[in-house]
């Protein structure tokens, strides 16, 4: 499938198939395409948590609004968090980066007040959000992102030290019935004339 026909048939699945799960392979792959997703400055300011397990997940899914079924029912739970240490963020950095990318941070971020910097590294990690999605569409996996979590209590349960969770991603199988897809129910945007324009 090219790229739009992905666009137009992903969707927020609302409703999983709890008896298929996702396999290993695809666990792996997805893994490896989130630690190669872009960053400003090649930053990677993030942790993304997989759960598999079913107590963990249905603990994390009691703190999850109405998100908790799909969560249950979902093969899997990644939680993205990101860097709440900004001192630890720049000892990353100054490990892992080249000495331009060092000092662009420090000419142009560093100065700002703490809450745009981490403003920042928030942006980098929802980036990662979108490569997701896509990467899941791409391989037929349904998906449901949710910023609809108790974030704190996310942190308590993961015992997040030095991260703060953002978001969290389920995936997994839709429910055959899922009343959410595309094909069921047509998809809603604004009208391309009012969001792009070209010159
Ligand atoms: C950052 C983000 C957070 C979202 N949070 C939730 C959520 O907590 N629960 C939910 O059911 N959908 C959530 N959504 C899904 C959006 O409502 C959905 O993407 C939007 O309505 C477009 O529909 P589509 O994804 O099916 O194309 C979220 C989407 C994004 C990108």
């Known amino acids: 499938m090219n790229f739009l026909d992905l666009a137009k048939s992903r969707y927020t699945t609302k409703s999983y198939n709890p008896n298929k799960r996702a396999t290993e392979q695809t666990i792996t792959e997805l893994k490896e395409i989130l630690s190669l997703s872009p ?8 942790k993304f948590i997989f759960i598999s397990d079913e107590r963990l997940k249905s603990e994390l899914a009691s703190v ?19 860097i709440d240490d900004i001192q630890q963020f720049e000892n990353q950095i100054k490990q ?12 142009f971020l560093k100065p700002k007040p703490e809450a745009e910097i981490k403003s920042w590294l928030e942006h980098q990690v929802y980036l990662s959000l979108g490569f997701f999605l896509s990467a899941c569409a791409s391989m037929n996996i349904d998906s449901s992102p949710m910023e609809g979590i108790k974030n704190e209590e996310y942190g308590k349960i993961l015992q997040l030290d030095g991260y703060k969770a953002l978001f969290a991603v389920a995936i997994g199988s839709r429910n055959p019935e899922d009343s959410n897809q595309p094909s069921i129910k047509a998809k809603s945007r604004l009208p391309l004339e009012q969001t792009i324009q070209s010159f």
Request: aromatic share 16%.
């Open 39 to 46: 960053s400003s400055i090649n930053s990677q300011p993030w």
């Open 96 to 107: 892992n980066l080249p000495e331009g990318s060092v000092n662009y941070y420090n000419q």
């Open 64 to 82: 999850s609004y109405f998100n908790q079924q799909k969560i249950n029912e979902a093969s899997h739970l990644v939680v993205f968090s990101v």
